[in-house]
């Protein structure tokens, strides 16, 4: 028996962010190391999805090309929008 009961190789997996239309508006849903989150409000995902990003980040050490290639990103809840007021 596999050590990773996951059908899915989540060791090297980069976050996702999907959008799914729906009879009642876009769900927006983040996966990340077998873990999924679904949201109708947009900015709660992407909060989310910042968060597991920079999980993913940290754990892989990624250089810095790599990080701007796989960052999809806008900083919007890394306060980094807020710096410019």
């Not at 596999?2 to 983040?30: C, E, F, H, M, W």
């Not at 900015?43 to 940290?58: F, G, I, P, S, T």
Request: proline share 2%; aromatic share 12%; with cysteine.
């Amino acid at each position: 028996m596999k050590d990773n009961a996951l059908p899915q190789n989540t060791d090297n997996s980069a976050p996702r962010l999907d959008v799914i239309k729906t009879k009642y508006g876009n769900l927006y849903r983040v996966t990340y190391a077998g873990m999924t989150r679904e949201h109708y409000q947009e900015w709660q995902a992407k909060c989310w999805y910042e968060q597991v990003l920079e999980m993913w980040r940290d754990r892989f050490k990624l250089s810095a090309a790599q990080q701007y290639l796989a960052s999809q990103s806008n900083g919007y809840c890394n306060g980094r929008l807020r710096d410019k007021t």
